[in-house]
Structure formats: C-alpha cells, structure tokens
C-alpha cells in the first residue's frame, strides 16, 4: 500500500467497509502512478460530484475540484478549455450523472470533449440512504419507491454509444487490475472517454455476488472495439435490470475524432 | 436643434437597422443621438418601432411624442397616432393616405425585406442633410445597388422642411449598453465569454462570436445556462477570465452554481440583462425588477458584488471593474443592466483601456493552500499545472487545504473567513468614488433616487425641473453610508424605478432609507422624457 500512501491526503476515509468505492479508487490511483512518467501528477485534475463517490477528492492528493450533484462534466469542460496541458478526470454517481446531469453527460459525448469520466454505479443513492437511481432495476425496493421503481433502468453504455463518445467501457470495481487497465486507456485515449464502473453498495445494494458471477471480458471473446456495430449489440446484451444474463466488461468502443478543445480553440492536431 | 423622430414598420422590415443608419448619419454631423428600441418577440410581421433624438446637447432618452413619424406601413399609422402631436410631420408609404402626410416610396429590395434605405433617404431629404452623407450607410448593406437606388428614389420624392447644419466636430460613436459590456469585458481582460441564447443578452454573445479572434478571446455555447456558469467555473479554476451572460429567466438557472462560486471562492462575472417577467414574461421589453433576485439568489451566506451601471459609458467601465473585482475577491459579480441599457444605442465617446490587475498570487512558500486563512478574507490563488502544488477546490465546507470538514470550529472559522471578506469588499465599495454618483441640480433639496437605465431618463429631465439625482451604481454591498451622506438635508426624495413592487425602494428601506414619493412603471417600457416630466410636475 506504499504506493497508494504517496497519494492520499490523509482525510479520513468514511466508505463503508468493502465499499466498492475502494477497489475504484486504488484502480484509479495505480493507473495514475503506472502513468506518472508520461503524466507529471499536477498536470492531473480530479472532480467530483455528490454522492458517496464524491469524497474521493478529498481523498486523493491532486488537484480538485468538489463540485455539485450533476455538474462535474461542464465544470471539467471549462478546465480542459482554459489549460489544454490538463489531465481532466471526472468521478461521478449514476444517480449524480444519469439523473440530475444526464444533459451535461449527452453533451460531452456529442463534443467528443477530452476529458475521462468515471462513474461510479452502485444503481442506488447510497448518501441519501437507499433510493432507487436511473441504473436500478426495476425490482429495487428503494425508501421512495418501496415497490421498486415504476420504471426500467437505462442503458448508459447504448446511450453513450448512441451519443457520439468515442471511447466507451464499463469495470468493475472488484477487479482492480482490469479496471485499473481501463482506466489507464481512457486517460491516454484522445477525446471523450466513458466508463461506467459496476461498484457495489454493501449497504444499499450488494451487487458482488450478482457481478462475480455474471460478469465476463470482452477481450476474453476476440471483441473487436473499433467495430460500433459489434459495441452495440454487447451494449444490448444486459439491459440493467436482469439477474440472469451474462455481463461484458472491458472496451466496448473506441475510435477517433476531433475533440472539443481543438475545434473550439482551433489547436492544431499532434 | 432637437428632435425626435419615429420610424414604425413590420418586422422584418429593416427598421432597427434604419434607425441605426440614421443615428450613424447624425452623429457623423456632430449631434448627440438616443434610439430607443420597440420591438415584438418575433422574427416577421408584428409592429416595431425606434424612437431616436438627436441633440445639440448629450442626451440619453426620447420623447413618447415625436416630430416626425415615419410610418412604413398602415399598422404604424394606428400605432403611432397616439404619439402625435401638434405640429408632427408624418411620412407615410405612398400606398398609404392620412390628411397633410408627406408621401414617400417605402420600396422594400425583396417583398417584405428591408425598407431602411428608401426610410433613410426619406428622412435625411426631410432634414435637408446632403444625399451623401447617408451613402456609406447605404452602399454597405447587402444588395448594394438596389439598396442605393431605393435610397435615392425616396430621397427625390420627399420636400425639405428642415435645415439640420453640420456641427463643429463628432461627439462619439454610436454603441449600444450591450456592446459597451462587451468592449469593457475585453478590456477587463476577459479570456472566456460563456453563454446560452437569451434576450437581451444575446447581443453581447453576438458581437464578442464574432470579433473573438479581434478580440483574442474564445465564445463558448454550451447547453444550457447551468452547463454554462459551471463551465466558466473551471475555466476560472484553471486560471482564465470568465463571463457569462443572460436574462433573469436563465439566471435562476444558474443560482444553484452561484452558490458554487461563493463557496468555492471562484471568480465569476455573470451579465444579467434584466427583461419585463416574471417567467418568460415579455422578452424584448425592458424592468428592473430583477433586483431583488439578483441581491438575494443563491443558498448559504456568501459574499459577491452588483453592479450596476446607467449609461454606456458606466457599462463599459463596470463591465471591464467587474472582472477585476470578481478576481481581486475571488467571488462572483453580477453586472446588472437591462434591455433598455442593452438595446438602445447612444453617442458614445469611449476612451478605451486595458486594465487587468493582478490578483493576489501565491508567492510559493511552504503547502499551497487554497483557502489559507488570511486577514482581509482573500486567500492568494494558484492553478493547478504547476509543480509542487495541489489546488483543491470544493462545493463543500472545507479546511484550508480544501479538504472537506463537519466540525463545529471548522465550520464557524471557514464562515467567518468568507464574511471577513464581505468586509473588504464593503470597504473598497466605499472607496470608489463612484459607488454613488450624484447628478442633475446638484444644489437642490429635491432629491431623486434612481438606479441602472432609468436614471438616463430622469437625469435628462432633473436639472431642468430642478432634482438632484442620486444613484447608487454597487448594490451590494450597499453603499448606504454614502447614500445617506448625499440625501442628507433633503427636503423631499422620489424614488424612481421600473418595478411594480418598488424593489429599489424596498432596498434602500432595508437600509434604513425612506422616500417620500415612489414613481413606478412596469408596461414594459422605459420611461420617456415627456413622459417622465409630466409625472414630476404633477407630484
């Protein structure tokens, strides 16, 4: 854990314990350190939104911005616009990203902004003790909807394929080294990149066992991620809400484009 | 010679632009002009009318009752009727009849487009001003050739009843309240302007889009108005100058984040220009009363700064002081004008410079820490991307590295922090010897108060009805020792305003000052010097 230390403010930490949150953050630190020798550490910047996902920025020691429920992709946007030399990565909730900031998330990917979004989607609101999010399924009891929500959940990955991002992915908080590789290529990819990060909530929403059993990589069966087709239909494979049908993670998409920053500011491409 | 002329039309009809070409030819003569701007929320048909004076002497509003109405169409012969009176002159489209009206071919360069020029040649032949004058105007438009033969026509089909004599000199530009924000913002050293499409603000969004390469900045238009004032925020964050602008309507969208700034302690300029609501109300009409809103928006208790400027030459300074302001506090500023101040245009003479103080930088010792306590409240800033240094900012309660905190002396000591700034703030309020500007009589005991463009009317018509006027330009902090020092010994204070409630006034009563007599309007409209003068005599 040496190496987590050297970045860690020290704050303490109030996940719960075995929180998913944990394996997402070590993946996140380990990816940032395998990468400090191309990326300098203060040329990263982390955001948050609110949730129980938010306070890894007080936890981790970088450059910050806490920002509020919904907001973090615009707030990332301005930073990438105003010191192209950044690193900009934004961790946000599903209840945070899909609910309150579903505008903000459509259109970063419409942008093709180069910043890296990591949500972490625990499919309740944890903070707020156990209501049902946009990534629940429909036979969650949350404190809102006792029985369960009267709607189905979304497919964030279809959406984000559907809204032009060009690096689209979903981990899985319990393989930190598989997701901490996703997490590295996201950060190098060039343009917007999203990855939708299966995390358990132990309180509210314990997910291991259903994630351990179901979950499979798509490098595992020769997926070709340039193909959008082919990343459509594993997209469609789970739709959130089933028990019993298998889950791909790992890369589903990822091709290029110009980004935001370089059409808005016209830079010139490397 | 003063005088005010109407020119109504449809839509569509190039009237707006007529009115501007006519203001350009006048102030290329040397006078002293004032367009006011009448128009519908709509693109085609409807009513519009501007009403534009020209002086010898400055002036800043118009008359309701005009000596010339320039009717374009049938509609603004009804429309303007009641803007007679004795002794007007009318120019009426020769397919028109009204007894004692001058006839003029109204010729449009496509069906339905763009009257201005046969309008301008019209006017300018009523006014004896030689043909040339109006041809650079002209033989700039679009349709070059067809555009200089309407002017033409109009201009031989119509008698000089006026002799309008070149004066000694230019007096200034013609620039509209929008375009002085504009100008002040890019001196102000403004890197970034953010913004969604709303009236009476667009103007601004245009005309910065399309210098910004002039300029050496970037436009940016986002999704909405909370995808725009968080984007300015971390451009801010990161180390540029933001602004961002738009109508009440867009403005309480953005309260949730103005909150952000003052907590986050980010420096924000947002550009409220104020139109008639409340909801979508009437878009292209002007109020004032977005005033309160402005002074109380946002949860939590937090320091920020309105301002608000009454003449062109106010909105650029303003607008360039409030980006140095909002960096200098490290909190948000919210530059308050409206429609009528946005929209209409006046003689402007500009002495433009760049002025972009340095805000209060970390000089590098020890842990950078963003919200180090300090004893004016100001905490030194550095962005991220430089070595060594970790810059945390936070929506949350924090300590001074930024590092969220819930205990009771934490809490207390980050509140105080912030309020010791309102306090410097305050005090530099106070400093600025225009935090209250004093005008019209300056010797009377009769005193007006008035605020942001209402007082262009008011101070037209105060000296010679004998008022002092007063108007606060920062409303908050509220600089209410300086205001009581100036109504000290008054004999009677009207309070002037384009509010129903009377917001202005119940702010000044919040500060433990009372008027005598309040003077509201809420059509829509702003007020007119006949108008205005008429209301002052009876009171």
């Given at each position: 854990m040496g190496a987590v230390k050297s970045l860690y403010t020290g704050a303490e930490i109030t996940w719960c314990r075995l929180c998913g949150n944990f394996g997402l953050m070590s993946a996140f630190v380990w990816a940032v350190e395998e990468l400090a020798e191309s990326i300098p550490l203060e040329r990263f910047v982390i955001l948050s939104g609110i949730g129980c996902h938010g306070k890894i920025v007080d936890y981790i020691d970088l450059n910050s911005f806490y920002s509020i429920h919904g907001r973090v992709p615009p707030t990332a946007t301005g930073i990438k616009l105003a010191n192209p030399d950044l690193k900009v990565v934004g961790f946000v909730g599903d209840g945070d990203i899909y609910a309150e900031g579903v505008s903000h998330l459509i259109f970063s990917a419409k942008r093709n902004t180069d910043i890296t979004l990591i949500v972490?989607?625990?499919?309740?609101?944890s903070l707020t003790t156990g209501q049902f999010t946009p990534?629940?399924?429909?036979?969650f009891r949350g404190k809102s909807t006792p029985e369960g929500p009267p709607e189905d959940p979304m497919n964030p990955i279809a959406l984000m394929l559907e809204a032009g991002a060009t690096f689209v992915a979903r981990g899985y908080a319990g393989y930190t080294e598989h997701l901490k590789n996703i997490i590295k290529e996201a950060i190098l990819h060039r343009g917007f990149s999203f990855v939708d990060v299966l995390q358990p909530c132990v309180v509210f929403y314990n997910t291991y066992d259903l994630y351990n059993r179901m979950t499979y990589r798509l490098e595992d069966v020769g997926h070709d991620p340039t193909n959008y087709e082919e990343a459509y239909r594993r997209a469609k494979e789970w739709d959130y809400n089933s028990k019993d049908t298998k889950i791909p993670i790992g890369i589903f998409y990822r091709t290029e484009k110009p980004t935001y920053e370089e059409r808005l500011l016209h830079m010139s491409y490397d | 010679m003063e005088k005010t002329i109407i020119i109504g039309g449809k839509a569509g009809a190039g009237i707006k632009e007529a009115g501007r070409m006519l203001a350009g030819v006048l102030s290329n003569l040397g006078y002293y002009v004032f367009g006011y701007v009448d128009y519908p929320?709509?693109?085609?048909?409807g009513h519009n009318f501007v009403s534009l004076t020209f002086s010898e002497r400055p002036i800043r509003s118009t008359d309701r009752k005009a000596d010339i109405i320039v009717a374009t169409d049938g509609r603004s012969i009804k429309a303007h009727l009641e803007d007679e009176k004795e002794g007007t002159v009318w120019i009426i489209n020769e397919k028109e009849s009204k007894e004692g009206a001058i006839k003029a071919p109204f010729k449009e360069v496509a069906p339905g487009f763009f009257k201005s020029s046969s309008v301008l040649g019209a006017i300018l032949k009523l006014f004896g001003i030689p043909l040339e004058e109006g041809l650079p105007f002209v033989t700039s438009l679009p349709q070059r050739e067809k555009n200089e033969q309407i002017y033409r026509e109009a201009y031989n089909a119509v008698p000089q009843l006026y002799e309008v004599k070149t004066l000694d000199g230019k007096r200034g530009d013609i620039l509209t309240g929008n375009e002085c924000i504009a100008l002040g913002s890019v001196d102000g050293g403004l890197d970034f302007y953010v913004a969604y499409p709303m009236t009476p603000a667009s103007p601004v969004l245009h005309y910065l889009a399309k210098r910004k390469d002039e300029f050496g900045i970037k436009v940016v238009h986002p999704e909405n108005e909370i995808g725009v004032i968080n984007m300015a925020l971390g451009i801010a964050y990161a180390g540029k100058r933001a602004m961002v602008g738009t109508s009440g309507g867009g403005f309480a969208l953005m309260t949730e984040t103005l909150s952000l700034a003052g907590m986050s302690e980010t420096p924000i300029v947002i550009y409220e220009a104020q139109r008639a609501g409340p909801s979508t109300g009437v878009p292209t009409y002007t109020a004032q009363a977005d005033l309160l809103f402005c002074l109380f928006?946002?949860?939590?208790d937090f320091p920020r700064v309105v301002v608000a400027p009454s003449t062109p030459e106010e909105a650029y300074a303003l607008a360039r002081d409030s980006l140095n302001i909002a960096w200098r506090f490290q909190t948000p500023v919210i530059l308050l004008g409206d429609k009528h101040l946005g929209e209409s245009y006046f003689t402007v003479s500009l002495e433009r410079k760049k002025v972009v103080e340095e805000p209060k930088l970390w000089e590098g010792n020890g842990d950078y820490r963003r919200y180090e306590i300090t004893e004016d409240g100001i905490s030194p800033l550095a962005f991220p991307g430089r070595e060594g240094v970790v810059v945390k900012a936070t929506s949350y309660e924090h300590d001074e590295r930024g590092v969220t905190v819930e205990d009771a002396e934490s809490v207390r000591r980050m509140q105080e922090k912030r309020m010791n700034k309102e306090r410097t703030i305050r005090e530099y309020i106070l400093s600025r010897e225009d935090s209250v500007v004093v005008g019209g009589g300056k010797e009377s005991d009769k005193v007006i108060i008035t605020w942001g463009s209402t007082a262009c009317t008011v101070e037209d018509v105060a000296r010679e009805l004998g008022y002092r006027v007063i108007r606060p330009l920062f409303l908050e902090p509220f600089p209410s020792e300086r205001v009581f020092k100036e109504i000290e010994g008054a004999k009677e204070v009207l309070c002037v305003e384009l509010s129903a409630s009377g917001q202005f006034e119940k702010l000044l009563n919040m500060n433990g000052i009372r008027v005598d007599r309040s003077v509201r309007k809420y059509d829509g409209r702003p007020f007119f010097r006949d108008e205005l003068t008429s209301i002052l005599r009876e009171v």
């Open positions: 972490h989607d625990n499919r309740a609101y990534t629940s399924p429909s036979h | 929320s709509l693109i085609r048909g928006a946002g949860h939590g």
